[in-house]
């Protein structure tokens, strides 16, 4: 069973930083693309940052500078490194993990962004 399972969310202050990882099975993990979307309240859930399987990374504008996506493929896991987090960027964060193949979602892990 494909399994992603992320982690480091939580509560910060505004201009503090956090890093989330994202846990992916073996068997799908070098073949995915990885991404990072995130919902919040009321929002429709945004693509945030997306790293291929390659290593081409691309991002939202408005974290742009700020962000930072990268993954491990020895330890089957991306990484969201956040800095100068703002209030604006509080939300569910979730991982995917798409091909051509398949498309599957983590269970979402909460970042809050305190004043």
């Known amino acids: 069973q494909v399994q992603l399972v992320e982690s480091g969310g939580g509560l910060v202050q505004a201009g503090g930083s956090l890093t989330l990882s994202c846990a992916a099975s073996?068997?799908?993990?070098?073949?995915?693309?990885m991404n990072w979307y995130r919902q919040a309240p009321g929002r429709r859930r945004e693509l945030v940052a997306g790293?291929?399987?390659?290593?081409?990374?691309d991002y939202a504008d408005s974290v742009k500078g700020r962000f930072t996506i990268s993954r491990d493929n020895a330890k089957n896991t991306v990484y969201l490194q956040m800095n100068s987090l703002k209030p604006e960027d509080t939300a569910v964060y979730y991982c995917h993990a798409g091909s051509s193949r398949w498309d599957y979602w983590g269970q979402g892990t909460q970042v809050t962004v305190s004043l």
């Open positions: 790293i291929t399987s390659g290593g081409i990374t």
């Open positions: 073996e068997s799908i993990f070098s073949a995915s693309a």
